[in-house]
C-alpha cells in the first residue's frame, strides 16, 4: 500500500524544515513524497539551496498526509489565496495535517488551528493565538489529526513519530537506525532556556527582518477585524 | 570574509546527509555552499529529492571545506577517475576535509585515509580498515584537517562542530538555537548497539543491496592487489 505524503515548497522555504521530514517519511516502506507548489519551476530556499516541485496544486494527486514547512517565506503565504484555498481544500482530505517550523501559521491563516493545540518555531510562538490556537511548549504537538512540530530540526523527531502512527514503532525505529539518528548536539543551545542570552540575542537579530513584517501583517489584520466589527454590531 | 565549503553531490546521494550539514553551514555567517558534480544538470537522490549542483568540477571556486556526503550512489564514484582525481586535487588546498556517512569510503577510495583516524555509517564501519584507516566508533571523528562523521543525521552534529572551529562556538551556538537542534528521538534505536535485533536485522535488509555490492568491490580490489603483488616482489 502506498502512503502519499505531500510537503509544501515555496520561495524562501527553510529547507531543512522540508528535507529533514522528506527524509525520515521518504524512507519508509510504501512511501511516496511529492514536493507541491504552483508550478515546477525549481524553487530557491532561504540558504539558496534549490528545490524542485514534483506536483502542481492542480495535479497533486490524493495525499494520506499534507505537510507545510516554514520559514521566511512563509510571509508571503499568509495571505496567498491559492495558497490557503489548497492547504484547507487538502486538509479536508487527508488522514493528518502538519506542519514543521512556521508552517504552522500557514495552518493558522488557513483556519485550521482554532481551538487546537500546537506548537511552531520558538521565535514565532506567541502569533499561535491570534489564530485562536493553544500554544503548547513542545517539540512536537498533537490534536486529534493535526500534528505540529517546532523549529526545523524538529522535524526528523516528528517524521519518526508520524512513521510509527502510520506504520507502527517497529518501522519507525528501522528508519531511526537506517538514518543513524542518536543526536549529539555538540552545544547546549538548541532551545531559548538552553542558550545563553548572548547567543539569543544574536538568534533573535538575525531573525529580525522577517519577524518584523510578521508582525505588521499581524497588526494588520487586527485593524481589519477591529473595523470590521462595528458594522458586524450595528448592521 | 566568506567560507565557501563544497559539498559533492551525485546520483543516488542520501540528500540528509547533504543538507542537513548544509543547512548549519549556510546559517553561519559569511558562509557560501556550493554543490559540485560533473555537470549541473539535477541529480537524483535515493528517495527521489532531486539536488541541482551550482557548479562543475571545472568551475568550482577554492573551497574551505570539501565534504562528500554518503548513500547508495558512493558505490559507484569509489571507481570513478574524475571524482577520485577531484577530491585529492581539492583535499590538498582545502583547510578541512570532510565526510558524513559513507562518503568516508570515497575520501579512502582516493587514499586520503591512510592511518588516519576515520568513521562512517555503522553499516560501513568495517570497510574503514581496507582503506588503511583507524576505525573509531564515535558520531565525529577529527585527525588533523579530517573530520568524518557517522550515518546521515551525524552530518547536523558535525556541521556544528566544524562551524565552532571555522567561527568560534558562539556562532554554532547562534546557529544551533536558529535551527531549533534540541532533538528529542521519540525511539532509542539511532544505533545498531540501542535497537532490538529485529530493527537491526530489518535495517540491515534494506541496505543489503548495496551492501553487497561494495562487498564484490572490495573482493574485486584485493584479488587485483594479490595478483600485483608478486609482480612486484619478483619483477
Chains 1, 2 share one sequence.
Not at 502542481?56 to 490557503?84: M, S
Not at 522535524?155 to 502510520?166: C, K, M, S
Request: hydrophobic share 45%; net charge negative.
Amino acid at each position: 500500500m502506498t502512503l502519499r505524503f505531500g510537503i509544501l515548497v515555496f520561495p524562501n522555504v527553510q529547507q531543512l524544515d522540508l528535507t529533514g521530514p522528506y527524509e525520515v517519511l521518504a524512507s519508509a516502506k510504501g512511501a511516496e513524497v511529492e514536493l507541491i507548489w504552483k508550478d515546477r519551476s525549481p524553487v530557491t530556499s532561504s540558504t539558496r539551496l534549490a528545490l524542485n516541485p514534483t506536483v502542481t496544486f492542480d495535479d497533486c494527486p490524493p495525499l494520506d498526509v499534507l505537510c507545510v514547512p516554514g520559514g521566511g517565506g512563509v510571509n508571503a503565504l499568509l495571505e496567498d489565496k491559492a495558497v490557503l484555498d489548497f492547504v484547507r481544500q487538502r486538509a479536508a482530505q487527508a488522514r493528518y495535517v502538519t506542519s514543521v517550523c512556521s508552517g504552522a501559521l500557514v495552518l493558522g491563516a488557513a483556519g485550521l488551528l482554532k481551538g487546537k493545540r500546537a506548537t511552531t518555531h520558538w521565535y514565532a510562538h506567541d502569533f499561535l493565538e491570534e489564530f485562536g490556537a493553544v500554544p503548547v511548549d513542545a517539540r512536537i504537538a498533537e490534536d486529534g489529526n493535526l500534528i505540529t512540530a517546532g523549529g526545523v530540526t524538529s522535524g526528523i523527531d516528528f517524521g519518526l513519530a508520524l512513521v510509527a502512527r502510520l506504520l507502527g514503532q517497529a518501522e519507525a525505529e528501522t528508519v531511526q537506525l537506517s538514518l543513524e539518528y542518536a543526536p549529539a548536539p555538540p552545544f547546549r543551545s538548541g532551545t531559548p532556556a538552553e542558550a545563553s542570552p548572548a547567543v539569543l540575542a544574536e538568534a533573535k537579530e538575525r531573525l529580525a527582518g522577517s519577524r518584523r513584517v510578521r508582525e505588521e501583517m499581524f497588526a494588520r489584520w487586527r485593524d481589519a477585524r477591529a473595523a470590521a466589527a462595528p458594522t458586524r454590531i450595528h448592521g
